[in-house]
């Protein structure tokens, strides 16, 4: 995504200044870690910063390197995800550490498992969930004890790395593992909705489930993730991660991709052209010898052909007939879809208080 394509130069120009304008990570995603490990060193043990600058050098490195882990892992940039680590392990071997939990030492431990993960290396992936989880769990009585909103990002973390660990099993798998088997030993749509709808919950598992999903090789997973991430970020306002999210959304031909971008288009003040392309597509599939028999594709044209009339109805596009005709069709695509039935009856009911306007009108006027 565009945010974390933008933090990742960002950080590399950071680095690059600590190197007094060198340059930061390559075409190859190698950083000079040595580099930056001597400049920062040198800060730290200049008896002229024994107080404020030990801790600005500390601060430096573990600040930088974990935005540049959060974004890479992320954006699924793994040669840019090791260059960090690498940043990482180097400022603990001189001895730059940082006490405590914090959330860039949660960043750089989804960033060291998926990087394991990537390597195909079991026993690192093992261990280092089971560590992250002892950690966490170690911490969560006394935070659980202040509030339930303390201790939820905590939770989520837990719920990220039982996501892991259910993935990573799956790959451990003597043969390959079918769609069907995939999808109920993941489970992600009954889990994400048991997950607060706010993008600062959400969005870092979406992350995590487009990541995985490219392990198993799930092009639609990762694609409906996107699309879940689309329609997040539309209903907070996040308009510009929106579209990139839906448009990657797209290209991976997930179902329902093209009605998440037309929404994005009405919302911003588009309405005729979110009419214009939802319309043509209704158009086509409709026009079809041949209607798909599984209930889910049903179920999403009718979607699509129920936003489309609805859309017509506020703009004043077609009449009556064309209007009631789009709304027969649609629960004749899913007739037990409810919602279908309820907006057929809305729009009844407003054309016939229109008539009972237009008749107390005339008698009025007669």
């Known amino acids: 995504m565009g945010h974390y394509q933008t933090l990742l130069h960002q950080v590399d120009g950071l680095m690059a200044r600590c190197l007094g304008g060198g340059q930061g990570f390559g075409a190859s995603g190698a950083l000079n870690a040595a580099d930056i490990i001597a400049t920062l060193g040198t800060l730290a043990n200049n008896p002229a910063n024994a107080g404020s600058g030990g801790q600005t050098a500390q601060w430096c490195m573990w ?51 998926l990087e394991a993960a990537h390597r195909g290396s079991h026993t690192d992936v093992v261990t280092m969930i089971k560590a992250a989880r002892q950690g966490i769990l170690g911490l969560l009585p006394s935070i659980a004890g202040e509030s339930y909103t303390r201790a939820y990002p905590d939770l989520m973390k837990l719920h990220m790395l039982q ?78 991660a929106a579209e990139t999210s839906v448009l990657e959304a797209q290209a991976r031909s997930v179902p329902g991709a093209l009605l998440e971008r037309c929404r994005l288009l009405w919302d911003r003040d588009k309405g005729h052209r979110a009419v214009m392309e939802l319309q043509l597509v209704v158009q086509q599939e409709l026009e079809e010898e041949v209607q798909p028999n599984d209930p889910a594709v049903q179920h999403q044209r ?52 229109d008539a009972k306007q237009r008749e107390v009108r005339g008698i009025c006027l007669a």
Request: proline share 3%; charged share 20%; net charge negative.
């Open 163 to 240: 996501e892991i660990e259910d993935a990573w099993g799956l790959l451990q798998q003597p043969s390959a593992v079918g769609p069907l088997q995939r999808s109920r030993a993941l489970r992600w749509p009954e889990r994400l909705s048991l997950t607060a709808p706010v993008l600062s919950s959400r969005a870092p598992l979406l992350a995590l489930r487009r990541q995985l999903a490219g392990l198993l090789r799930d092009n639609e997973g990762m694609g409906r993730a996107w699309l879940q991430h689309a329609k997040l970020c539309r209903s907070t306002g996040h308009q510009e």
């Open 63 to 113: 600040q930088l390197a974990a935005l540049g882990i959060a974004a890479a892992w992320r954006l699924g940039s793994h040669e840019l995800l090791r260059g960090y680590l690498g940043i990482v392990e180097a400022a603990s071997g001189a001895g730059l550490q940082r006490g405590g939990a914090t959330d860039d030492d949660w960043e750089a431990c989804v960033g060291y498992i």
């Open 302 to 353: 009718a979607k699509e052909l129920l936003q489309l009339t609805e859309w017509m109805a506020a703009v004043g596009q077609g009449g009556k007939e064309v209007l009631c005709a789009n709304y027969d069709d649609a629960i004749q695509l899913d007739s037990n879809w409810e919602k279908a039935h309820f907006s057929y009856a809305c729009y009844l009911d407003q054309l016939y208080k």
